[in-house]
């Protein structure tokens, strides 16, 4: 069956090659520069995640952020790629001995793109707007915020209801971005901030086009245009890349297929770690996955090591729960189910949910494709009775999923920074997870020590995998291809940006 598989899977790349090198016959013209000009100037990187819109205050997903922050958006403070948190909007900041009240001080000559002065009323707007306007679940990490006082134009003083080891590091994320008081009435189509770059064009289904824009307070980027390319098939962008059609894959979507460019000198290749915890997403709160042995007999019925080496050509990290490695309070959990098919058998008929049809719903993104498929199997093979199906991505399992709740299983790579809490910490997050324990282990890590802090995440981190509350498939690779003349690329991925300012071409 293997054999077949492969056979069949390099038939399909023949043939989407061969179509890719037509397409791109035709159209490298006009992507080759996004339509700005000199083709040096411009850096054009293929993506596989499209946003449904610009708004990510109400919009859900990650390829938002991906595109606009740190680009066109700032923060007050923003991750480098080491995960520390450095200065942007503000040039420093202090703390008070009680632990509670920031004091930043802010650039001073900044504007942003409509032209208006960035001040510390628009540190105060952008931070009370989280908490009055945004609809998604992460506007929960400005409940901490008690006060927020514009002490002068640079200036500003925000006093949290008690200490939090969180929420600056959250100042960093989406929640942090700055807004013009003036620019906030057409979001999802012309967003305005203080970055480096505007938005020249968005064309949905294909391509986000970025410019450099006058008048930024920092330091000029190195490319004067940014076209983000969006690609459905993964063979397509790997050709687009060969073909010279794109400067630089951001994620690479078939790892079995880099020694294509691991062996030519014309490309380097990157490989390091992100936040993208591949999860295995049951249904807590509904439906078959509401029984913890059955939740427990999915985790034995997984070879994790022999999904990643199929789906996913052996690239990426076991890691057993929520946390990557590059967070303080990672531990490796994988032990605590590591794979029984035995096991899985008597826990799944001592739940009696052995008859059941398990709905595996998929999202449409490469990833989830290639190791749904690997999941269905192993389950089968353990007993359980399980249909597939695939919900376009962003617009339908957004809504089907993780709005409404309606599935048992799903599989999706949760990549925005420390976010055990967005998705387990509350009951009506779509995993319906609920456990008090769990949340009172992250109150008392974000108001203890930092040493309080590590022992309670790790104790969380640890509740949340015996509890089966999901299944963690493995961590995402940092994967990036690129032609060998661009340099600053991540290592490492650990931010919600795809931070283009330190990038250029030798």
């Known amino acids: ?31 080759a520069t996004g339509g700005t000009g000199d083709s040096r100037n411009t850096l054009r990187i293929g993506l ?37 948190i450095r200065p942007s909007l503000a040039k420093s900041w202090s703390l008070s001995k009680d632990r509670r009240t920031y004091t930043f001080q802010l650039v001073k000559g900044v504007r942003f793109s409509n032209g208006a002065p960035f001040t510390a009323e628009d540190a105060k707007f952008s931070i009370e707007r989280v908490t009055s306007e945004w609809t998604l679940v992460q506007k929960a990490q400005m409940d901490v915020v008690d006060t927020v006082e514009a002490v002068s134009p640079t200036e500003l003083k925000v006093t949290l209801k008690r200490p939090s080891n969180d929420w600056l590091y959250r100042m960093t994320t989406r929640v942090g971005a700055m807004f013009s008081r003036t620019g906030v009435s057409k979001l999802a189509t012309d967003p305005v ?6 938005v020249k064009r968005f064309n949905r289904g294909d391509s986000i086009t970025l410019a450099r824009r006058d008048g930024y307070w920092g330091r000029e980027p190195h490319f004067a245009s940014v076209v983000l390319k969006y690609f459905k098939d993964p063979t397509a962008m790997n050709n687009a890349l060969l073909t010279g059609t794109i400067d630089v894959i951001g994620a690479m979507q078939t790892p079995d297929a880099l020694y294509r460019f691991e062996n030519n000198p014309k490309y380097r290749v990157i490989e390091g770690t992100t936040n993208g915890e591949v999860v295995l997403s049951l249904n807590n709160g509904s439906g078959p996955m509401k029984n913890p042995k059955a939740r427990q007999a999915v985790r034995y019925a997984i070879d994790h090591k022999a999904l990643m080496d199929t789906c996913w050509g052996g690239r990426g990290k076991l890691i057993g729960s929520m946390v990557p490695p590059t ?5 490796n959990l994988t032990d605590m189910y590591p794979y029984d098919r035995d096991k899985a058998r008597k826990l799944l008929k001592e739940s009696g949910q052995a008859g059941r049809t398990l709905r595996l719903r998929l999202p449409t993104l490469p990833y989830a494709t290639a190791c749904g498929t690997v999941v269905k199997s192993q389950l089968e093979q353990a007993g359980f009775k399980v249909r597939l199906d695939q919900l376009e991505f962003p617009a339908a399992w957004l809504t089907t999923v993780f709005k409404n709740a309606d599935y048992d299983m799903s599989l999706i790579a949760h990549v925005e920074p420390r976010d055990m809490q967005a998705v387990f910490g509350s009951k009506t997050s779509y ?3 609920d456990n008090p324990e769990f949340r009172a282990l992250l109150q008392k890590a974000d108001q203890g020590t930092q040493e309080e802090q590590i022992t309670s995440m790790r104790a969380a981190a640890r509740l949340l995998s015996k509890d089966a509350a999901a299944d963690w498939l493995f961590l995402l690779p940092n994967l990036m291809v690129a032609d060998q003349d661009i340099t600053g690329l991540p290592v490492n991925n650990v ?3 795809l931070d283009l300012t330190g990038l250029g071409r030798s």
Not at 13 to 23: I, K, N, Y
Not at 53 to 69: M, R, S, V, W
Not at 327 to 331: G, K, N
């Open 48 to 84: 596989s995640a499209e946003p449904a819109n610009l708004d990510f205050t109400k919009t859900e997903g990650a390829a938002i952020p991906q595109a606009l922050l740190y680009n066109v958006y700032e923060n007050l403070v923003k991750l480098d790629q080491s995960a520390r």
């Open 431 to 433: 995993i319906r997870y």
């Open 327 to 331: 967070d303080p309070w990672y531990q």
């Open 495 to 497: 931010s919600e940006s």
């Open 1 to 31: 069956m293997g054999h077949i598989r492969r056979l069949t899977r390099h038939t399909r790349t023949v043939a989407a090659t061969l179509a890719c090198l037509l397409l791109a016959a035709c159209s490298a013209g006009s992507l």
């Open 193 to 198: 901030g203080t970055g480096p770059y505007v």
